[in-house]
């Protein structure tokens, strides 16, 4: 099955309909590569239709990701990044802080600890949204950053 037909098999259990606003859409994100803003998405779109308004963008965003085509990511800037990730699943973003890079690990490299969570303190992780801040490979051989708690972070896990 390929994305777009699970898209519209979810669009009509729920009584929707696959409109040609929300196809263009989605066969816009399929062009584009890894992370995006809405505005970007919006002005890939108005390049095939001037009529489909920033509103109609993030409504179908917020579609995609609610059938778990599409997440949404906070790399730290006050700006969500969204990302197709079709039928393949989601997966945990790391975000270096120092350079701003983003990768993506399998969410079953985080399993063990999410398991260990849900152990100790009986609190599932939802690995499926889940991005992490850090710092790269790069950033820590070139800058000499330590892997050391740091309140200026501001992220503490238990």
């Not at 699943?89 to 999410?114: R, W």
């Amino acid at each position: 099955m390929s994305c777009e037909e699970f898209f519209l098999d979810q669009l009509r259990a729920r009584g929707f309909r696959m409109t040609p606003q929300r196809e263009i859409i989605l066969a816009v994100l399929h062009d584009m590569e890894g992370l995006v803003t809405v505005e970007e998405v919006h002005s890939r779109v108005q390049k095939v239709s001037v009529a489909i308004d920033v509103s109609t963008v993030y409504r179908t965003l917020d579609l995609l990701q609610e059938f778990g085509l599409v997440s949404c990511v906070d790399v730290g800037d006050g700006q969500h990044r969204y990302e197709l990730v079709g039928l393949r699943g989601p997966h945990v973003h790391l975000i270096c802080q120092g350079c701003g890079k983003v990768m993506a690990v399998e969410p079953d490299v985080m399993q063990a600890f999410a398991e260990r969570l849900e152990a100790a303190k009986g609190f599932q992780i939802a690995l499926d949204r889940l991005s992490l801040p850090g710092f790269c490979r790069d950033c820590v051989a070139s800058k000499g950053v330590s892997n050391a708690p740091s309140s200026r972070r501001g992220v503490g896990l238990i």
